[in-house]
């Protein structure tokens, strides 16, 4: 089989054996939530509830607080106790805590929307915009923005990223074995808003009975191509997808769209479906709880606002001690210090690493081998972007391409030395951004 | 349990490829041809090779130490290095020759430099270069190994002549019946070794074959497509070890494919030129040197396009 794919990349130990063969439980209901209203890229939301307000499950909390934002919903229904700054993943922000009454009564706004036929894109669109629905692979991207491309760009490459590299993870395996309608609906919805007669869903090929569901869902729609791609991480980073699926490379600085490529992710194609049919908001996601540091690994259905302690609890609680907590996958996830925080849109995973893992080793000097100039996805030459980075030459780091860098870690990855190159290289990036913003 | 959590930035995994794996998986590389050159020129050069390795070694820790940094011998680097000189050296060298090889090694060329990862060019070749410099005539003595005799090595005798040596089949020359380096006579076993590296990853063949055919076109245009002078001079000499296990050297030679094809054609050109025009019979030690110290200007100039920068 010619299996598409890119040039570079690693591979990493899959780890999903844990999981991948667990259906998706549903969580207990949580008593309390937390809902954040920043859980996308962009301006945060503005609260729309107060004190003391009853709230039930699908009421919109938090209004769009700019044009490349997207609202929250109440994810139970109960009594708003407080709205104030929390701990949320990397940082403090305003979070509405909600009370749960234990009936989860549905808001009167939740009713089916209509069917992807009768709709038209510009309906699709504001259901998609209206659910607070976000790229939920990644960084949250709202994904309104995404379909809303400026006219002079035009799409001509749909792709559902249902690659799922990260090692650990196996929330889009199973949405995609389980529903796989719902990710076919999606994106039906989503060709109508572009335009498109075509898409395709890309799946690894460590997910053969995945590739199977999906073909067999999008068996009647023949625009909708399933592709297997190679397992190889960075399989599922939008500009090497891009490239696998159409050949077209997105220009340095350049977003996917200026390559006519829009990349989606299928748990999002899951939730615009949902939106559709039910007029359910994004509310809840599959999460994989994994990990040696995890009694009883599983693929749970968590509510938006769940604290990560409950959700740890529900798969058994810590094994020990734990050593790392890592919200998203190990290539790209974040580290975090505490359980006290809330799940939102974009928790794929809660990876839970004992303290033996969670130890990262000694660095030594390079020794010039070239192997993260060889699986660089971007193509630059990690070694010299660090080394200019650690000498504080930020200048010589932008010219090295640093602002190409996708932070995939597949450098700190494979280099023998253990020299923290991605670290060194974010470095780099975030000294080169201040700069530029500082001269304009 | 909160205050035990460790926080890094991503990735959070490692693989567990590690700079002593490599640098082992080159000593095991080595295996065969020294094997080889043991059988053909018999005992005293395991003797060569130990006395190398060893004052390699030692060299390493006494200067850590003396520097309080971490004493980091075990992690093969300096026990290939003097692996590597030995391997270079004639068979009948006088024992004090390797350990003062490989201290010049170790002491100037790696760790004044500032150890792993910082010499700009190979420890093992400045070490023979330097001393051919100095002791120009035990380090060319040469011991035959059929029939025990001192003689000059094959290179040596086309140089003189220009025309092929009878006495020597390319077949012999493959095999390591001819006289030579300890390391170099074994085309074959170096061969071996060299299969091995890449099959572990540990290199590319990009820089071996690069070198090696550059040599090949050249000596077959030279010769007017003789192709027994080409086999020669691939076969002869130092340059299979030296492609392979020389020029190959992760420190001193370019990183990227680009860099690294650029290289190999220049150090191809530079053997060529010393072998058929220079006044020395054998040109690789040289050539690798050079191109080691022009690596860095290659680095520098030859970048790969970055994804989505100009294309091609
Ligand atoms: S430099 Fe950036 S893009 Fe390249 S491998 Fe490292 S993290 Fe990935
Ligand atoms: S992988 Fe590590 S040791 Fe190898 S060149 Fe890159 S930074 Fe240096």
């Given amino acids: 089989m010619n299996l598409l794919s890119f040039r570079g990349g690693i591979h990493p130990p899959h780890s999903k054996s844990m999981t991948e063969h667990l259906p998706v439980e549903k969580a207990l209901e949580p008593e309390t939530v937390v809902i954040p209203l920043q859980q996308h890229i962009g301006a945060p939301c503005q609260a729309i509830v107060e004190v003391g307000e009853k709230v039930k499950v699908g009421q919109k909390i938090g209004e769009a607080g700019g044009f490349v934002s997207a609202p929250v919903h109440s994810s139970v229904s109960g009594t708003v106790k407080k709205i104030e700054k929390r701990m949320i993943i990397n940082g403090t922000g305003t979070c509405v805590v909600i009370e749960s009454d234990g009936l989860n009564e549905i808001h009167e706004s939740v009713v089916p929307k209509g069917d992807v036929e009768t709709l038209e894109p510009k309906e699709i669109l504001d259901i998609i915009n209206e659910a607070g629905i976000v790229g939920m692979g990644g960084a949250g991207f709202p994904t309104r923005v995404k379909l809303s491309p400026p006219p002079d760009k035009k799409i001509d490459v749909l792709i559902v990223n249902g690659a799922e590299c990260e090692p650990y993870l196996t929330a889009d395996h199973r949405l995609m074995l389980e529903t796989p309608e719902d990710v076919v609906y999606g994106l039906r919805a989503v060709m109508k808003v572009l335009g498109l007669e075509k898409a395709y869903i890309a799946i690894e090929n460590n997910k053969m009975d995945a590739v199977l569901s999906v073909k067999e869902a999008a068996k009647e729609y023949p625009g909708i191509q399933v592709v297997t791609v190679k397992t190889k991480y960075p399989q599922g980073g939008e500009k090497q997808l891009i490239y696998a699926c159409s050949q077209r490379e997105v220009p340095s600085g350049a977003l996917p769209m200026d390559a006519g490529a829009v990349v989606s992710n299928v748990a999002t194609m899951s939730a615009i479906s949902k939106a559709i049919r039910t007029g359910m908001p994004l509310i809840e996601r599959i999460c994989t709880v994994t990990g040696d540091g995890i009694v009883e690994p599983k693929n749970i259905m968590i509510k938006n606002g769940t604290r990560i302690s409950e959700i740890v609890a529900q798969a058994g609680g810590y094994k020990g001690d734990p050593g790392k907590l890592i919200?998203?996958?190990?290539?790209m996830g974040f580290a975090q210090f505490t359980?006290?925080?809330p799940s939102t849109k974009t928790t794929s995973g809660v990876l839970v690493f004992t303290e033996e893992q969670a130890r990262l080793?000694?660095?030594?000097?390079?020794?010039?081998c070239g192997k993260c100039v060889d699986i660089c996805p971007s193509f630059v030459q990690p070694f010299a972007i660090s080394a200019y980075s650690l000498n504080g030459m930020f200048d010589m780091a932008e010219k090295y391409n640093a602002m190409d860098c996708i932070e995939c870690g597949s450098c700190s990855f494979i280099c023998p030395s253990k020299r923290p190159l991605l670290h060194s290289i974010r470095m780099a990036k975030r000294e080169i951004i201040s700069k530029r913003r500082k001269t304009k | 349990m909160e205050r035990k959590l460790i926080v890094t930035s991503s990735p959070h995994?490692?693989?567990n490829e590690a700079t002593d794996k490599t640098m082992r998986d080159v000593v095991i590389a080595l295996i065969p041809a020294t094997l080889a050159g043991?059988?053909?020129?018999?005992?005293q050069t395991l003797i060569v090779v130990l006395l190398s390795v060893a004052a390699a070694m030692a060299t390493e820790a006494i200067i850590q130490n003396m520097r309080k940094q971490p004493i980091t011998v075990m992690d093969y680097s300096a026990a290939l290095t003097g692996l590597l000189l030995a391997l270079n050296m004639p068979p009948e060298i006088p024992y004090?020759?390797?350990?003062v090889g490989s201290i010049f090694a170790i002491a100037i060329v790696k760790q004044a430099f500032g150890g792993l990862g910082h010499n700009f060019i190979n420890p093992a070749l400045a070490a023979r270069v330097f001393l051919i410099a100095s002791w120009p005539v035990e380090m060319t003595t040469w011991k035959f190994p059929v029939d025990a005799v001192t003689e000059a090595t094959p290179l040596a005798l086309i140089k003189g002549s220009g025309v092929l040596p009878e006495s020597v089949s390319i077949f012999n020359l493959f095999i390591g019946k001819v006289g030579g380096c300890i390391g170099e006579v074994s085309a074959l076993a170096l061969i071996i070794g060299g299969i091995y590296l890449v099959y572990r990853g540990v290199i590319s063949p990009r820089i071996p074959l690069v070198y090696m055919?550059?040599?090949?076109?050249?000596?077959?245009?030279y010769s007017g497509f003789n192709f027994n002078f080409m086999m020669f001079h691939l076969l002869a000499g130092g340059l299979v070890l030296g492609a392979i296990f020389m020029?190959?050297?992760?420190?001193s030679s370019p990183m990227t494919a680009k860099g690294q094809i650029i290289y190999a054609v220049g150090c191809g050109l530079i053997t060529v030129m010393i072998r058929l025009f220079g006044g020395y019979p054998e040109g690789v030690s040289f050539s690798i040197l050079f191109m080691n110290v022009v690596t860095p200007l290659i680095d520098k100039y030859v970048k790969s396009n970055v994804f989505g920068g100009v294309k091609k």
């Fill in chain 2, 96 to 99: 004090w020759m390797p350990v």
């Fill in chain 2, 247 to 251: 020029a190959t050297d992760y420190v």
């Fill in chain 1, 361 to 368: 080793p000694e660095y030594n000097p390079c020794i010039r």
């Fill in chain 1, 327 to 331: 919200l998203g996958g190990p290539m």
């Fill in chain 1, 339 to 341: 359980d006290n925080l």
């Fill in chain 2, 13 to 15: 995994i490692r693989s």
């Fill in chain 2, 38 to 43: 043991m059988y053909y020129f018999g005992f």
């Fill in chain 2, 213 to 221: 055919g550059t040599v090949a076109v050249f000596t077959l245009i």
